[in-house]
């Protein structure tokens, strides 16, 4: 079992930065792919960003790419979201989510972790 918990939400200025972080416990987060997902109100759930187990793989939604990097720190078992040149529009509730065995998927479906979330608001 492995319990994720996200900090690093806000509120923020267009233009502006945060950097989200996913602590894990209960397993080394080396052995899971890890992403990133959002949620606004009233959409669906969004995938942001993936990395694999090694962090040696990334990838991005188009939305967030060239804004976000997703990092990760296996030694400390926490994953990175950093957000950059934030818009409006990146508002919504965060979640972090972890893949057993896996490569860092861009499907919601295929994490077996997830964690609470983290809102992170943009304000224009």
């Known amino acids: 079992q492995v319990q994720l918990i996200e900090s690093g939400g806000g509120l923020v200025q267009a233009g502006g930065s945060l950097r989200l972080s996913c602590a894990a416990s209960g397993r080394t987060v080396s052995t899971y792919g890890m992403g990133w997902f959002r949620q606004a109100p009233g959409k669906e759930r969004e995938f942001v960003a993936a990395i694999s187990r090694s962090g040696g793989n990334t990838g991005y939604g188009d939305s967030v790419k060239g804004r976000f990097t997703i990092s990760r720190d296996n030694a400390k078992t926490v994953v990175y979201l950093q957000m950059n040149s934030l818009k409006p529009e990146d508002t919504a509730v965060y979640y972090c989510?972890?893949?057993?065995?896996?490569?860092?998927?861009?499907?919601?479906?295929?994490?077996?972790?997830w964690g609470q979330g983290t809102q992170v608001t943009v304000s224009s």
């Open positions: 989510a972890a893949q057993i065995m896996g490569y860092g998927s861009r499907t919601a479906r295929e994490y077996d972790y």
